[in-house]
């Protein structure tokens, strides 16, 4: 398993603990690396240090991400979602929102994390949701044509017919 995944398996054990335990502070992260078994730990300071980041970012920017997925999750409400499923999307849309990693491989780590801590069923519907996300922030990236000459076209014809006949 790469290093990343398992940093995104272990921000999304450390959500599920602030979930449950509706706590979200500083010391969320120092407790969950403190209880882990020596054979649990992580083998580099990166992992870890990524894992902390996604968590406590995710915690950090949580009513932002939250908005961004009620925009997608038609006829579920988040507090009703299974909290493994809200929390792999929330994790994933903190990184959409806050990283540069490429969306494809954050909905690909998403489901593989998916398939591993939830239902096939869970994979289809986070699949569904963060595709509909992804698209609407390549959406809202996607450079707008020039108003000007699409409001007014008749315009845009009589400046041309002036321009060429002079």
Known sequence: MGTR???RECALQMLFAADVAKNSDDRLARTYWDNLGESSLPDDDATRAFA????LGTLREIQTIDERIRTRAEHWRIERMAIVDRNVLRLAVFEFLFTETPHT???NEALEITRRFSTFEATQFINGILDAIKHDLEK????KPDVKQEENPKENSNEQTRASSL
């Open 140 to 143: 809202s990236l996607t450079p």
């Open 52 to 55: 902390d980041n996604l968590t």
């Open 105 to 107: 491989v954050i909905i």
């Open 5 to 7: 995944r398992k940093a």
